[in-house]
């Protein structure tokens, strides 16, 4: 991959954008057309610099559908990336474990999800210069990225199913439930939208989770967006030094 990298960073993990060296910021208000980003841990500002000799690209936040916006929307920021020449995509998530060999803290590579938000980023007039009208979904997350990244982690990493759905409300024990029985290791509200996109428009995907939480009915505890939002920020440090590393690994993965 010879184009810049982009990078999309989830709830309470902003800590590696700081990192970048020779950073330029960009609000997003000020890019034409991009939504606003409202949700608490995301500053809503995309980022250029280097790690390395690698040109990077982040995206600090994200939008949702549970912000109001529509599922183009939600996709907007990754075809913008696409526009600025990122032929590869990492995308990072904060995530409720339902595998019960997970424990908040753990980075888990997504290996396949299931998308149960009921909408998808290619619905409506298909542009065949973009994509195609009916793209392969079979091997979305590059298995050679996650070769690359699990060789650059100093300490193992586990590999999952991330399933997304819309909320803004947490899943019921009931659903998670379900989401076991179906084959699902780690749940949230974003990502999936933003890797069809990636995919139909040619972009390689990494997909990296943090697991902030335990999802509801593992534990005999509430969920509270705040523990979701500090387990984020401890395990911040330990994301940034992977995707650094990951980065500067970058180079022939493409298959």
């Not at 999800?113 to 392969?136: M, T």
């Not at 890797?195 to 009915?217: D, F, P, Q, R, W």
Request: proline share 7%; glycine share 12%.
């Amino acid at each position: 991959m010879a184009g810049p990298i982009g990078v999309v960073l989830g709830s309470g993990l902003g800590a590696f954008a700081d990192a970048l060296e020779d950073r330029v910021e960009t609000p997003y208000s000020r890019i034409s057309g991009w939504p606003p980003s409202t949700a608490v841990g995301h500053a809503g500002k995309l980022m250029e610099g280097r790690v390395g000799e690698r040109r990077v690209i982040v995206l600090a936040g994200r939008a949702h559908l549970y912000e109001g916006y529509t599922v183009q929307q939600v996709a907007f920021g990754v075809r913008e990336l696409k526009r600025r020449g990122v032929e590869g995509v990492i995308l990072t998530n904060a995530a409720g474990g339902i595998n019960h060999e997970y424990k908040p803290g753990d980075l888990v590579l997504i290996s396949d999800h299931i998308n149960l938000l009921g909408v998808n980023p290619l619905s409506g007039p298909n542009d065949d210069s973009l994509g195609p009208r009916f793209p392969d979904m079979s091997a979305v997350y590059t298995p050679a990225l996650r070769e690359l990244a699990r060789s650059a982690s100093p300490l193992p990493l586990k590999e999952g199913v991330y399933a997304a759905l819309a909320g803004p409300s947490y899943e019921t024990p009931a659903e998670i439930r379900m989401l076991a029985t179906i084959g699902v290791d780690m749940v949230g509200m974003s990502t999936v939208p933003e890797v069809i996109a990636a995919s139909y428009l040619g972009m390689k995907v990494l997909g990296i989770s943090c697991i902030t939480n335990l999802a509801a009915g593992i534990l005999d505890q509430p969920l509270d967006h705040a523990e979701v939002i500090k387990a984020g920020k401890e395990a911040a440090p330990r994301f940034a030094e992977l995707l650094t590393r990951t980065i500067g690994r970058l180079g022939g993965a493409t298959a």
